[in-house]
């Protein structure tokens, strides 16, 4: 099964929340890959995808070297719009989600780790949200605490509310929020409230703070 993970801000957490639910679900005994839909600020190899490995405990694995767990990869550290452009290119849908099948081919369960916010521009006419909708992923949304999260989150609420997304998983993510335990848990209580409201099937996953990750 396919999830998306996006969240709330470029510093949400996503690469450490992926890398979390994959050694998580790895240790539970399932069979678990990632994917990096458009890594900026690299070149050559994806490092958020190296973190996930780390996370997970091992290695790299084979679709790594095939390419399919991290398909564009541009060395300007920006959305993934305007750092394709920069290096003279474009990102094909297409080949995000057949990297995407193919994956799922192969193992129980993909996490697909967005670039930056929930509205990030994957090109000039298609935002990383409404992609993942259209390709009916269940989200994995991550949160934090840290001083303007609340109106980011709540923003984002009401986007893949209206867009008819299927959230499955909130992940509140302490680290961002650690420096002010005042601000951090009751950004905690607010989010978790409104989260009941607007997806009441989803679960809620309290991320440990992870030092050294």
């Known amino acids: 099964m396919i999830h998306f993970v996006s969240g709330v801000d470029t510093d949400a957490g996503k690469s450490i929340a992926t890398g979390w639910l994959a050694r998580t679900w790895l240790d539970a ?11 900026t600020g ?20 084979p679709e790594d070297a095939e390419g399919l767990t991290a398909p564009y990869i ?7 719009d305007l750092a394709a452009r920069l290096a003279g290119a474009e990102i094909d849908p297409a080949r995000l989600t ?6 799922d081919a192969r193992y129980q369960d993909v996490l ?10 994957l090109r000039e006419d298609l ?15 991550v949160l934090h605490g840290a001083l ?7 923003l984002s609420f009401e986007a893949l509310a209206r867009r008819g997304a299927k959230v499955e998983t909130l992940v509140y993510n302490a680290w961002p929020g650690r420096k ?7 950004t905690r209580r607010l989010l978790r409230a409104e989260a009941a409201k607007t997806f009441p099937g989803a679960t809620w996953l309290e991320m440990p703070i992870l030092e050294g990750v």
């Open 29 to 39: 005994g399932r069979r678990v890959a990632t994917l990096k839909l458009a890594q």
């Open 42 to 61: 690299n070149v050559g190899s994806s490092e958020d995808i190296a973190r996930h490995r780390a996370m997970m405990g091992v290695g790299p694995l």
């Open 74 to 80: 541009f060395p300007h550290p920006c959305s993934p």
């Open 98 to 103: 057949a990297c995407a099948e193919i994956l």
């Open 112 to 121: 697909v780790e967005g670039a930056g916010g929930l509205m990030v521009p």
């Open 127 to 141: 935002l990383t949200v409404d992609f993942a909708v259209a390709q009916g992923w269940p989200f994995i949304f």
């Open 148 to 154: 303007g999260s609340v109106n980011h989150a709540l």
């Open 180 to 186: 002010d335990p005042l601000i951090n848990d009751d």
